[in-house]
């Protein structure tokens, strides 16, 4: 029998589940979107995945269990949401590995097109015109090769089979997906970083920057815009890039003598432990819970907010750092692109 705080961390988990499931209803269905949003979903599905098995071992639930090889592969997936815990200079070492990967696989197999004129090693997804994510972030994401087309994918189905039997135990067949809004458009575009791209700052610095934008936006542009519904991810997945970046920014200033500022004030460790392992117990009491509220009662307890004003401060912060590497990398605005 669980008490009222698990009860809250199971529908916690269960609002996961319900996302995953959407995503596999978007696929099927929806209208008017071509893009990499479910690779660059992987951080916050290893999340879900390896956070909601460990939970239910912990209280002898019977859910599914990892085998050692999916064990494996989602404990690592689920680090992968906090890349920007990594230093600078490993971080931009990581990124630009998967970079020169990239570069060399489609530098090798150009077609006689290509060879004349320029060939795609990047690419880009953009909702309604805000670039939300890249392949070398994919590919970053990712614990596993993912330019080895022909077997990676059929890998990736398998080892993601646990995903969805998880969250079918939480009951994501029992509710209808969550409200998407497919008259947005989320689509692609293929580039060569750096001879033909959209960012004026062709060098190394540049194109991490702009993985910072890609990484912020998915959260703050695809995940909130393109859902209709307020929806626990809307705040889970901008926080946690928020509460990582805090400290990046930070380094990534004194790297390069950039300027680049984010408000920290909202950086909460015990909250961001909350958000990645649905801990709750050890964060809220009961007279903290608030069971009809979306992340029921966190913001409350972490922030003396309510959820609608901590993530309106959330993602004014958020906003601000994206504007400033927008002024930065690209050589117009994003409304004019």
Not at 76 to 88: C, D, G, P, W
Not at 105 to 120: A, G, M, N, P, V
Not at 130 to 141: D, M, P, Q, S, V
Not at 201 to 214: A, H, N, Y
Request: glycine share 4%.
């Amino acid at each position: 029998m669980l008490n009222v705080i698990q009860k809250a961390a199971y529908e916690l988990i269960q609002a996961d589940a319900r996302f995953l499931y959407t995503l596999t209803d978007i696929q099927r269905n929806a209208k008017n979107i071509n893009s990499n949003y479910i690779m660059m979903s992987q951080p916050y599905i290893g999340l879900f995945t390896d956070g909601a098995e460990q939970w239910c071992q912990k209280l002898g639930l019977g859910a599914p269990q990892f085998t050692d090889t999916e064990k494996t592969y989602y404990t690592a997936l689920r680090q992968r949401h906090k890349l920007y815990e990594m230093s600078y200079s490993d971080y931009l070492s990581a990124l630009m590995m998967k970079f020169k990967a990239s570069d060399d696989h489609f530098y090798k197999i150009r077609s006689l097109r290509e060879k004349l004129f320029s060939y795609y090693n990047v690419g880009t997804d953009l909702c309604d015109g805000h670039f939300c994510g890249n392949t070398i972030l994919c590919a970053l994401y990712t614990p596993v090769d993912t330019l080895n087309d022909k077997e990676i994918g059929p890998w990736i189905r398998d080892i993601s089979v646990v995903s969805g039997k998880l969250a079918g135990f939480f009951g994501c067949q029992n509710f209808p997906p969550y409200n998407y809004d497919d008259s947005i458009l989320v689509k692609y575009e293929d580039y060569h970083f750096f001879k033909n791209c959209p960012i004026k700052v062709k060098t190394e610095l540049g194109f991490l920057l702009f993985s910072i934008l890609c990484s912020v936006n998915y959260a703050i542009e695809f995940i909130d815009q393109y859902f209709v519904e307020e929806i626990p991810q809307k705040f889970k997945f901008a926080y946690l890039q928020y509460y990582y970046l805090c400290d990046f920014i930070k380094e990534l200033n004194v790297t390069n003598g950039t300027t680049f500022y984010i408000n920290d004030s909202m950086k909460d460790r015990n909250f961001r432990n909350c958000l990645a392992h649905y801990g709750l117990g050890q964060y809220l009491s009961e007279s903290d819970l608030i069971n009809d509220d979306v992340l029921k009662g966190l913001t409350n307890k972490a922030f003396n907010m309510n959820y609608s004003d901590a993530k309106d401060k959330l993602y004014f912060y958020l906003t601000e750092l994206t504007n400033q590497i927008e002024a930065e990398i690209f050589s117009q605005t994003i409304e004019n692109r």
